[in-house]
């Protein structure tokens, strides 16, 4: 807790003071002082990017990140015996000019997805129901009606055009915007499209049952423009690529904490101060603005001195967890990759928690697993013992019911992540009560702007042209 005396000590009051000074969060050499323009917290997609481009705007920055690298989502595992990198998190981007300048500006080269001879080229895939172990046959909607599906889809969005620019909902909300997505593609003629919608939105939750601006966040318009010009990903199929030389440019530009925290602050109308936890001790940062990043919850935001307010939006968030892994002795031909599938669902959905999938990989002998829960109020949704066992389980069952066409053997985890706390949303009925315009008006407040998945879609390109179009605009002003 701190004292009455610090809550009543002002940015103006800290800057005045001596540079190596005592103060109310005790004494600082001068060293242990960083005077930046911008603070940003979390080093993933959205913190990145929004260093970047500051710096490159000629602003100081300095981002603190909890891990020893930055990337977050963006997690690529090194095969140690051949080299191979193996993305296991973000992969795919829109073929946009933001993200293509981003890219060059790191020297980071791009292609279309599946242009090359790289991951699951030779792949064939399958549906399998991972509770028995049997295939499941499934006719998907033919090219068809899954485009036809998208025009009604894109019909229905250009209503709300400044949907696509972020959650900026229209005052009321209407009523179709917070249907439960199953029902909303029934009522709309979007079925077809909803196969796809799913395998490229994991980690959302039940797609039937999450109100329908929530899978929007993902689909919205620029999503589906990238599915008739191709996504966009990294010829190297190392996203990890991107982040090495950002993480290298901003420490030489003395601009990363890594492996650090924030333990206290305060947030004033004219400039924000932390107190970090690194590893060569406590700094003490002072900034004109500060740019939070990171999933908004409670805990996470404790040190934050969070207003009644902010306190009470954020608790009304929900999540869903999503978790990757590779493991080897699957006992599943290379080329094989599998979705999870039941014959007696609508579309044949899995229910959660469970793998959505297991893919095929770049490395003989590795398999990628892909697990994801229900929308739940708890910041991590399962525990990753239970998560692994499942995973564990689903191999082996897979093994049991098909003994001819599998080997027997033991799977064994080479890498395993939680993504959990993974999408941040609302409750339909308070999204109805404008819950997002409410977050939304947070921005600025303190000196302090909000940025990342929760605040837009869990996909980087919308996070980056967010930021730089929504956020950056406002944070910049006067510094
Ligand atoms: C397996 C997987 C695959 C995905 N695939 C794609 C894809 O192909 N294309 C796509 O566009 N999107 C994909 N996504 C979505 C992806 O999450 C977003 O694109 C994007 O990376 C989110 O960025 P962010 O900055 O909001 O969050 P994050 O990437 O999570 O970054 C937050 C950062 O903040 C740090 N942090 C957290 N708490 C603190 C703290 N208290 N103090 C300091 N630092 C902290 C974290 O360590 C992390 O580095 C995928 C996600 C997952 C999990």
């Not at 033919?142 to 055009?161: E, G, H, M, R």
């Not at 109100?211 to 318009?221: A, S």
């Not at 590795?366 to 229900?374: M, N, Q, V, W």
């Not at 409410?438 to 940025?451: A, D, I």
Request: net charge neutral; glycine share 8%.
């Amino acid at each position: 807790m701190r004292s009455q005396a610090f809550l009543l000590s002002s940015w103006a009051a800290l800057t005045l003071a001596a540079p190596s000074t005592t103060n109310n969060y005790g004494h600082f050499d001068p060293s242990d002082i960083i005077e930046r323009d911008v603070a940003i917290i979390g080093g993933g997609a959205a913190g990145t990017h929004a260093s970047i481009s500051l710096k490159d705007k000629g602003k100081s920055v300095i981002v603190i990140e909890k891990k020893d690298r930055i990337g977050g989502h963006a997690e690529t595992y090194i095969d140690s015996a051949t080299g191979t990198p193996i993305d296991m998190g973000v992969i795919i981007f829109h073929n946009l000019t933001i993200v293509r300048d981003y890219f060059a500006r790191f020297d980071v080269p791009l292609i279309t997805l599946g242009s090359d001879a790289g991951s699951g080229s030779d792949s064939v895939s399958a549906n399998y129901d991972l509770r028995t172990g049997k295939e499941v046959n499934i006719t998907s909607p033919s090219q068809a009606d899954t485009a036809a599906a998208f025009a009604n889809y894109t019909q229905f969005l250009s209503k709300y055009p400044r949907l696509n620019d972020g959650m900026f909902l229209p005052s009321p909300v209407p009523d179709d915007l917070v249907l439960p997505f199953g029902k909303f593609a029934k009522k709309y003629g979007i079925e077809a499209a909803l196969p796809t919608m799913y395998n490229y939105n994991p980690g959302l939750g039940d797609i039937l049952t999450v109100p329908m601006i929530e899978n929007q966040r993902v689909w919205g318009q620029s999503l589906v423009q990238q599915l008739s010009g191709g996504f966009l990903t990294t010829a190297h199929h190392n996203t990890s690529e991107l982040y090495s030389k950002a993480q290298a440019e901003l420490l030489a530009a003395s601009s990363l904490l890594l492996s650090s925290q924030v333990l206290d602050s305060e947030r004033c109308d004219d400039g924000i101060t932390l107190v970090v936890s690194t590893p060569k001790g406590r700094k003490l940062v002072r900034a004109r603005k500060l740019l939070i990043t990171i999933p908004p919850r409670l805990n996470f935001l404790a040190p934050f001195d969070l207003s009644k307010n902010e306190r009470s939006i954020f608790a009304k968030l929900i999540d869903a967890g999503y978790y990757t892994s590779i493991l080897r002795n699957t006992g599943l031909p290379d080329n094989l990759s599998i979705a999870n599938a039941r014959p007696d669902t609508p579309y044949n959905l899995p229910s959660l928690p469970s793998v959505y999938s297991i893919g095929s990989t770049d490395v003989p002998g590795l398999k990628l697993a892909y697990y994801g829960t229900p929308r739940s109020p708890a910041t991590f949704p399962l525990p990753d013992k239970k998560v692994k066992a499942d995973i564990l389980a689903a191999f082996k069952t897979l093994q049991r019911a098909n003994p001819g066409a599998f080997n027997q053997t033991e799977p064994e985890f080479v890498a395993y992540s939680s993504h959990a706390p993974f999408y941040l949303q609302a409750r339909p009925e308070d999204t109805k009560k404008g819950f997002y315009g409410e977050m939304y008006k947070l921005q600025g407040g303190r000196s302090t702007y909000w940025t990342g998945a929760s605040w837009r879609a869990q996909d980087s390109s919308d996070i980056w042209r967010f930021t730089e179009e929504e956020v950056l605009p406002g944070l910049v002003e006067g510094l």
